[in-house]
């Protein structure tokens, strides 16, 4: 069961990001993405991850992408045209990070023995176990975090103001 | 039962096509959306290693989820102002080509 619902999402993710790869218009790629977010979320659950999954939801696929959909709406972005310097990467680009997968992939599962098997259901991290972390041990940090969202959302208003 | 390897292999597999659309795309809003699924893919990894950890030390440990937590925030102020700097650079520039945008090239 749990195996079966890895392979559906983590398919899903692998075919989402394939997808936005491959993609030549900016929206059908982040059309693609909110795929892969969504799927990432489901695993983030699997993992036992409750709040993160809301999260990943609430933020990710829901706050993020839209700002990116909108954008892309406002900019009237088009396909993208094929270069001289997209050339030069997919020499360079493709069989790098083919090399990293590979790399990355051969060191993970020769230690495979080293890692735990995740059972769904054990070491469920609820919402208030996290908040008591958070709003005990970390809460400076916490707080921090709210002034640089507020410093960022100035220095957007900022930026995408319209110069006289 | 599925081991944490293969998480983890998921990840690395969701970093490099991330790396690979970070080089290979030319649009300058597909490039910041690649940049948005190496964090995703950074994230699971986060995630993974939690559970690990929790189950090594036999009791639940939170501290990578809140790494999370943070990278998820610090993710949305930068998708704000990255977008923010896009729609600015479009203003100056009149194109979304990274290629065209090379004023700091020497």
Redesign the interface.
Known sequence: M??AL?IIF?GL??AG??N??LQRH?IN??LS?IV??SS?AV??L????E??AA??VI??SG??MV??TF??M??N?GT???????KM??V???P???I??SL??FV??S??GD?????VG??L?TTG??SR??FRD?LL?FEV?SI??I???L??????R??H | ??????????S????????????????I??V???I??ML?AV??TF??F???W???TGH?Q??G??F???V??????????G??????V??ARNT????QIDLMKL
């Open positions: 749990h195996l890895f983590g993710c692998v990001a394939l936005l790869l900016p790629s982040a993405l892969v977010m990432l695993l983030y699997l993992l036992g991850a709040f993160l999260a990943q933020v990710y706050a993020i700002l990116f954008v892309i406002l900019l972005a993208e045209e094929r270069t001289h310097g997209s990467a997919y360079a680009g493709v790098g990070a083919a990293l997968v990355l992939t993970f599962l230690h495979r890692f735990a098997s995740v059972r054990d070491y991290a176990d996290l972390v958070l970390l940090p975090t640089l969202i410093i960022a959302i220095g957007a208003v900022a930026l995408a319209k110069e | 039962m599925v081991p944490i390897a293969y998480y983890l292999v998921l690395a597999i969701l970093f490099s096509i991330g790396v690979a659309a970070f080089l290979i795309k030319r649009n809003i597909t910041f959306m690649s948005e699924l995703n994230n699971l995630v993974a939690t559970r690990h929790s189950q090594v639940l939170v501290s989820q809140i999370v937590f943070f998820m925030v610090v993710a949305a102020a930068e998708a704000a102002v977008l923010a700097i896009i729609i600015a479009f203003r979304l080509n990274v290629d």
